[in-house]
């Protein structure tokens, strides 16, 4: 079965720090893979998506993420975090063909000012 | 836009009762999901729908949890009868079809005492 990994539960930064969050997958095939974003008390947002395509992935709010197939990764960056960017961060992998997609267990980001 | 409703938004039950929750996904979303998130994980896929179909239902305690879309747009989750460990928060999500990105309601959290 696949799995998803994310492999910092807890990050913490200072604003104006960069950011990067690690994903990575088990599946070996054609995937589709989702970075979500919960903000405290919020429901769960798409912040990106990839499909196909160019592996650099631009999102909101200043986010991106880099597919690398030969790594099975999916990070998710931003330059410079905001204090506002405090929320649990999700990677999820779908397998092409498939609808089933799998979350990771999440990476809880925590901005101070 | 109207987002996923979901209802209601937290309930506590004692352990061996029943316990129903409501979705209405987005207008025109053919695919439903019901997942459970446990705290501290990410979000299992409980149930799929597309319309009122079942598309996966495999992660479905079905000795206890049951789930309907009778007439492919609102749906309903069961819990019959509750344990402890089925706290969690209950998360209702919708997408156009099932290859495209899924928006989340705000949830149901579950605690059974």
Do not use: M
């Not at chain 1, 204090?83 to 990476?107: H, L, N, Q």
């Not at chain 2, 996966?56 to 879309?69: I, Y």
């Amino acid at each position: 079965a696949q799995s998803v990994s994310q492999h910092n539960h807890h990050v913490i930064l200072s604003e104006a720090a960069s950011l990067e969050l690690g994903c990575n997958y088990s599946y070996g095939g054609t995937v589709n893979l989702f970075w979500y974003v919960q903000y405290p008390g919020q429901h769960l947002q798409l912040l990106l998506k990839y499909f196909s395509g160019d592996p650099l992935v631009k999102g909101i709010k200043g986010f991106e993420a880099e597919f690398i197939k030969s790594k099975f990764s999916f990070n998710l960056r931003k330059p410079s975090v905001q204090w506002s960017d405090t929320a649990e961060y999700f990677c999820a992998v779908r397998p092409g063909g498939s609808y089933i997609p799998t979350f990771g267990r999440g990476t809880s980001l925590i901005v101070h000012p | 836009e109207a987002g996923v409703a979901q209802s209601p938004r937290y309930k506590i039950i004692e352990k061996r009762q029943s316990v129903a929750f409501w979705c209405n996904p987005i207008s025109g979303h053919a695919t439903l999901y019901w997942y459970q998130q446990i705290l501290g994980q990410g979000p299992k896929l409980l149930i799929q729908f597309q319309n009122n179909g079942v598309v996966d239902d495999s992660q479905l305690p079905k000795d206890r949890f049951s789930a309907e879309r009778l007439k492919g747009v609102d749906s309903t989750l069961k819990i019959q009868p509750a344990k402890l460990e089925d706290s969690a928060v209950y998360l209702c999500a919708s997408s156009l079809t099932g290859e495209t990105e899924a928006f989340f309601g705000q949830g149901t959290r579950l605690t059974v005492v």
